[in-house]
RNA sequence: GGAGGCGUCGCCUAGUCCGGUCUAUGGCGCCCGCCUGCUAAGCGGGUUUGGGGCUACAACCCCAUCGAGGGUUCAAAUCCCUCCGCCUCCGCCA
């Protein structure tokens, strides 16, 4: 949620924001709209409401007779002042679906218009060069017994699949790998639940455009998550946080789901596009004038996960059409796929300013009362994009994978992935 | 799943049976001041959060806030209902 404030004293800043994403600013109008008529509600309540309390007052001290006659001329005032509150709720809710509708206006870096027109802004290492026809990930995973994606399908449907032997090594010293990283960088370690409530959903703004994508249990207000950023952001959710704690950084580990709706036919090949991955996310509460630098300091841990990884890759400033509802800036990381012959995302890091803390309300103490903490998000290690990037960047001409130095510890020392015999 | 208990403005706590100066008590902590070689003690004052009005975004005034939401009533921390959370016991279970 923007500030209602910035809206009241800015609204052209607001209505030039929409239009760097491409949207519409009549909810610009709309909320403007729905913010003076909460006002004049309100204000009309609680003139009704005071006079209604004092003459309660008077009520509770008259005797006999004139109790009586006051308490039939109070009657009525109360009728009103539930009219009047009925209509204060109402503009309120208003009000709140209004500015709810509007997204993080984008840092003014951020480039403007939509997924294409995003900005590299560095590119680390050499394209890999085979000298033989590289292996995808699928033929590689098959080879080495890694995964098993007839029978993911076979148990799950489409956009499932098992990590087996191998892979399921590998899986885990990914996951273990990336959380002593975090645990190095002062993280705090977590493990996450990945079944939330809609507050938390809402809150980080998962319920608006993208709810489509969003697993919901039935019957109960319950949602899988597709990120372990939402738990995170919930988690300190009604608090006012220690400014002495600040940055709060977690690391948390958990399943992610997603329902692709709108992807169908997009890379359904293999465990690049699935309902179903894990991931270790990194997550920063810190304030609005820190956020910028933090925001920094997340891109270049995620730099360090893809530099062990001994990956070829690119670093992109995404447009401000693709951020999402509640990012303000976002900054991806995308690997060379060899059998792609592309850059494809495999992190992403967001700084959503006080915009999610602000739906969830979570603040800390400023110099003239509370303000709204910045939160930030940015992927470490999600499971798959990662393995498929190393085992295509790291094959051999036998179908056997050489294992990054980094990861080697991880696996027990081992150097070289050879295939099943 | 069954039975019972509990939830008060940072922490603890009074108030809830019997609705009305509750405009929520007291203690601890914290902040400001006084006193004091310094510190401590002592003394005085302040200390929930959100919103609205007015404004210099101050001061001030007002409204809401006793786990959440509804209801009864002229009036609800207090009575009724629903939900949530925590604790104890029983049952079941990785």
Not at 246 to 263: I, Q, V
Request: charged share 30%; with cysteine.
């Amino acid at each position: 949620m923007i500030d209602p404030r910035l809206l009241r004293d800015d609204p052209d800043r607001v209505r030039a924001a929409q239009a760097k994403r491409g949207l519409s600013d009549d909810v610009v109008d709309r909320a403007l709209a729905a913010d003076s008529a909460r006002r004049q509600a309100i204000a009309d309540f609680e003139a009704k409401r005071a006079e209604q309390k004092a003459s309660g007052a008077r009520v509770a001290k008259a005797q006999g007779e004139e109790k009586q006659a006051l308490l039939a001329q109070v009657k009525e005032l109360a009728a009103g002042v539930k009219e009047a509150e009925a209509a204060r709720n109402a503009a309120e809710a208003e009000w709140d679906e209004a500015i709810r509708a509007i997204p993080n206006p984008a840092a003014d870096e951020a480039p403007a218009g939509g997924e294409d027109d995003f900005v590299v802004l560095e590119t680390i290492g050499t394209k890999p060069e085979f000298d033989f026809e590289p292996r995808d990930h699928v033929e590689l995973g098959a080879m080495l017994g890694a995964f098993d994606l007839e029978r993911g399908a076979k148990v799950s449907g489409s956009r499932f699949y098992f990590y087996t032997g191998i892979g399921a090594r590998l899986h885990r010293a990914l996951v273990n790998m990336a959380m002593d990283m975090a645990h190095a960088n002062g993280f705090t370690e977590v493990v996450a639940p990945a079944l939330v409530k809609s507050r938390a959903m809402e809150g980080t703004g998962f319920l608006g455009q993208a709810a489509d994508d969003v697993y919901r249990i039935e019957g109960q207000d319950l949602y899988l998550v597709g990120t372990s950023e939402v738990p995170l952001a919930a988690y300190h959710s009604d608090e006012i946080l220690d400014g002495a704690q600040l940055p709060l950084r977690y690391a948390a580990f958990s399943s992610c789901f997603r329902k692709e709706a709108g992807s169908h036919g997009k890379d359904t090949r293999g465990i690049f596009r699935v309902h179903w991955f894990d991931k270790v996310e990194m997550f920063v509460y810190t304030t609005v004038e820190e956020s910028y630098a933090e925001h920094q300091r997340l891109l270049a841990w995620e730099k360090e996960f893809m530099d062990a990884l001994e990956l070829h890759y690119r670093v992109i400033d995404v447009a401000a059409g693709d951020l999402g509802t509640s990012a303000q800036r976002k900054f991806d990381c995308e690997a060379w796929i060899a059998s792609q012959g592309r850059f494809r995302e495999l992190t992403s890091t967001s700084n959503c300013t006080d915009f999610q803390s602000r739906r969830l309300d979570i603040r800390t103490r400023g110099e003239s009362g509370t303000v709204n903490v910045a939160t930030l998000n940015g992927t470490l290690c999600s499971t798959n994009r990662p393995m498929i990037a190393l085992l295509e960047t790291h094959q051999n001409e036998d179908g056997s994978v050489t294992v990054p130095q980094a990861l080697r510890p991880y696996l027990g020392g081992l150097e070289l992935i050879k295939p099943l015999a």
